[in-house]
């Protein structure tokens, strides 16, 4: 079926379907049956070993900003600091994750795969939780393990990365 439904219905249905119209319905059984199998079976599995999916969690919100609201977070006095000014995207998320992991005085290292910002702490517990990371869509997640420590930025972690470098080593 690399064409599509469409090219599967045209190239084999229609013009086979006079002679071999029950080896269709029985296709269409057969695929329904296997929808509910796979639908019940996932779904049992999901719940059963509590497999994190997104939206899954209770406490986490999903808000949606107007350009209105994002105007008026800027020019708000109560807003972090990172919302105040007239930074990019990438420095906005560069001082936000910098505040997450501790302050520039608990980095070691950093370094950037595709998708993730990698980072040495040296005190892993003055790290803030996934919760922090994902707030307002800041990032996609956080993985810790000891001093190591992930951010999960997407496909922009370069410009990210090099903005958070520029934070941490214009300032110490």
Not at 47 to 67: A, G, Q, T
Request: overall charge neutral.
């Amino acid at each position: 079926m690399g064409g599509g439904v469409l090219d599967f219905i045209a190239t084999n249905w229609i013009p086979l379907g006079k002679e071999h119209w029950l080896t269709y319905v029985a296709q269409m059984i057969i695929g329904l049956i296997f929808v509910v199998i796979c639908y019940f079976l996932f779904r049992f599995l999901i719940l059963k070993f509590d497999i994190p999916l997104p939206r899954r969690k209770n406490d986490e919100e999903v808000k949606l900003f107007s350009k209105q609201d994002y105007n008026g977070r800027k020019e708000d006095k109560t807003t972090p600091l990172f919302f105040k000014s007239s930074r990019s995207e990438y420095e906005d998320k560069a001082a936000y994750y910098l505040e997450g992991l501790g302050g520039k005085e608990n980095i070691k290292d950093v370094t950037n795969c595709t998708t993730r910002l990698r980072l040495t702490v040296k005190d892993e517990s003055k790290v803030q939780e996934n919760s922090y990371f994902t707030r307002n869509q800041m990032a996609h997640g956080l993985i810790k393990s000891g001093e190591s420590i992930q951010v999960v930025v997407g496909m922009t972690v370069p410009q990210v990365r090099e903005a958070f470098e520029h934070l941490v080593h214009d300032e110490k």
